[in-house]
């Protein structure tokens, strides 16, 4: 076979495992509790270099998972892992900057060793001495149980059923064909203050699930810069975050029923499914962790670090060989996520053979 044909079935057999693998990661379905999680955070160090940043972080265990690779905003350089990016190196600005995506926010959920509670009171008593500072934080809303009905929310606000501590014009629908891929900007894009409510449903494709099963995922995004982030991060440090959420929202913008008997709407009632949203929202006491997909390294995390000393006690009472044989014989049924996990690894493995494949055939043929 010639090296351009085995080359070209190998990288589709690579290809299809590798497309296959990533449709079944995106049909899964998120855990369905309605809950408040942080969907972007930023913020910037005096007095952190790249290395000490990852203490601070509660990720100096990971160190070596990130890449080093180009930054920019006039930062040369920074580390990235999925979705958590350190930036440093700017000509003019001394210390780092940090920046999580919604990514990122699940990864350092996933891995740190401290929770955003704790990043929170760094960041604030750093910000009190001026070596801090943060510049954005997303607090989100995810509905699953279809209390915002955002259809009837966009039509609401393209009549103006709603009173509103934003400016006039800076209100935004976009309607995708069909019912579906709406999303309502609420607020200037400029301000330090802004919401945003879409259709993540839509928007991570899960048209199947939509359309046969009524899937509904709705999201509800407060996004701050500077002392707005700043505000609320201090203000969750002693309140039940839903009440901030909650505060924050019923003070700039409030969604009203039409009496016509009454020109003035800030004297119209609120619409009722607004309270309920509301209301789901306040009794929500904590940031809720989402779950991340169960990988390698979290296997290893609880082997090495949780079940560590029991494993290593046993094998020094009863030997690798007999540990290893009475543990196959004991074991329950693998459960969902470690079935996953060798199957991940399987892909990967059969995506490596297929490149050692190459190697050897060159190697055979002289062709390196």
């Known amino acids: 076979m010639a090296i ?84 440093y190196g700017h ?29 929170f009171k760094a960041i604030i008593y750093n910000q009190e001495n001026e070596d801090y500072n943060v510049t954005r934080l997303d607090v989100a809303f995810d509905d699953f149980h279809k209390i915002i009905p955002l259809k009837k ?3 609401q606000i393209l009549d103006e059923h709603f009173v509103s501590k934003f400016e006039p014009k800076s209100y935004l629908v976009n309607m995708h064909p069909g019912r579906k891929g709406i999303t309502c900007d609420i607020g200037s894009s400029s301000s330090n203050l802004k919401f945003r409510v879409y259709d993540k449903a839509y928007e991570r494709g899960y048209f199947e699930e939509i359309e046969k099963n009524g899937f509904s995922w709705t999201r509800w995004e407060i996004q701050m810069r500077d002392d ?11 309140s039940y975050v839903g009440q901030i959420f ?38 929500i006491s904590l940031f809720t962790p989402c779950k991340s997909d169960y990988n390698l390294y979290k296997c290893e995390r609880y082997v090495y670090t ?16 007999n540990f290893i044989a009475e543990l196959r014989a004991s074991k329950s ?20 053979e297929h490149g050692a494949n190459i190697l050897n055939y060159l190697k055979e043929h002289n062709l390196e």
């Open 306 to 321: 949780q079940a560590g000393n029991a494993v290593d006690t046993l094998i020094q009472i009863k030997g690798v060989d």
């Open 228 to 238: 707005r982030a700043y505000n609320f991060m201090k203000l969750s440090l002693d």
């Open 91 to 119: 000509s003019k600005n001394k210390g780092v900057w940090v920046e999580m995506s919604g990514q990122g926010c699940r990864t350092f959920e996933t891995y740190s060793k401290i929770s955003f509670v704790e990043l």
């Open 4 to 87: 351009h044909s085995l080359c070209e079935v190998i990288k589709i057999n690579s290809s299809e495992i590798r497309d296959k693998f990533f449709e079944e990661q995106k049909n899964k379905l998120p855990d369905t509790n309605n809950k408040i999680l942080i969907d972007w955070l930023s913020f910037t160090s005096k007095i952190d270099s790249d290395l000490s940043v990852f203490d601070v972080l509660g990720l100096s265990h990971i160190k070596k998972h990130f890449q080093l690779i180009y930054g920019f905003q006039g930062y040369k350089q920074r580390f990235y892992f999925e979705g958590i990016s350190i930036h």
């Open 333 to 352: 049924e693998t459960t969902p996520k470690y079935k996953e996990l060798l199957n991940t690894y399987n892909a990967s493995h059969d995506i490596e």
């Open 153 to 155: 929310l966009s039509n």
């Open 246 to 283: 909650r505060g924050v929202i019923l003070k700039y913008f409030r969604v009203v029923d039409v009496n016509k008997s009454d020109s003035n709407k800030r004297r119209w009632n609120t619409s009722k499914w607004y309270l309920r949203f509301i209301g789901d929202v306040e009794n």
